[in-house]
Nanobody, 126 residues
Framework: QVQLVESGGESVQAGGSLRLSCTAS????????GGWFRQAPGKEREFVAG????????DYVNSVKGRFSISRDNAKNTLYLQMNSLKPEDTGVYYC???????????????????WGRGTQVTVSV
């Protein structure tokens, strides 16, 4: 069983930046596809960004393209989400997700992920 723990969520003003981290308890994070999802109040959880096991392929929801960047450090068993130019609509609980799969694919659907963190709150104020 792999445990994922997110950190880095805070309250910031619009235009600010945050970097979220997700640390995996697995002996090695190498080989795991990683993703970030978020859930805004009153809305369903949505895909934000994903990265394949090697880090060479990434994908983003359109609303964050050019502002967010997903990356990973397999040596540290950690997934990151750099968020710049934050907007109030980016407010929500951000969840880290993972699945052990050695492919070039990036997973964008909740159902494709096996492991989930408990989330970290990001609040962006005007």
């Amino acid at each position: 069983q792999v445990q994922l723990v997110e950190s880095g969520g805070e309250s910031v003003q619009a235009g600010g930046s945050l970097r979220l981290s997700c640390t995996a308890s697995a002996r090695t994070f190498n080989g795991y596809i990683g993703g970030w999802f978020r859930q805004a109040p009153g809305k369903e959880r949505e895909f934000v960004a994903g990265i394949n096991w090697s880090g060479e392929n990434t994908d983003y929801v359109n609303s964050v393209k050019g502002r967010f960047s997903i990356s990973r450090d397999n040596a540290k068993n950690t997934l990151y989400l750099q968020m710049n130019s934050l907007k109030p609509e980016d407010t929500g609980v951000y969840y880290c997700a993972g699945r052990n799969r050695y492919t070039a694919a990036v997973l964008t659907e909740e159902i494709d992920y096996v492991y989930w963190g408990r989330g970290t709150q990001v609040t962006v104020s005007v």
